[in-house]
């Protein structure tokens, strides 16, 4: 099992940068693909991206897709969330969760932190 605990989130104007954090305390964090997700008010979460445990791959939705980039430092075991070009449809609290790479299921999840962009 892992816990989870993200970071950096703030308020923002559009066209701005952040940096999200998510520190992981538990065994083999390599043995787990790590995904960022995010929730308006009012909405449904939705996928952001997820990288793979070796870092190697990653995926993107298509609406940050080009403006966002995952990684991840597995000896710190930490995973990241560069988000660039910020605009104000990004705004809403942003997960960070795991999943067994061999799995389909995200099983855990952070607190969240609270991303708002303002235009």
């Known amino acids: 099992q892992v816990q989870l605990v993200e970071s950096g989130g703030g308020l923002v104007q559009t066209g701005d940068s952040l940096r999200l954090s998510c520190a992981a305390s538990g065994r083999a964090f390599a043995s787990y693909t790590m995904g960022w997700f995010r929730q308006a008010p009012g909405k449904e979460r939705e996928f952001v991206a997820h990288?793979?445990?070796?870092?190697?791959?990653?995926d993107y939705a298509d609406s940050v897709k080009g403006r966002f980039t995952i990684s991840r430092d597995n000896a710190k075991t930490t995973v990241y969330l560069d988000m660039n070009s910020l605009k104000p449809e990004d705004t809403g609290v942003y997960y960070c969760?795991?999943?067994?790479?061999?799995?389909?299921?995200?099983?855990?999840w952070g607190q969240g932190t609270q991303v708002t962009v303002s235009s």
């Open positions: 990288i793979n445990g070796g870092g190697s791959t990653t």
């Open positions: 969760a795991a999943r067994v790479i061999w799995t389909q299921t995200w099983v855990y």
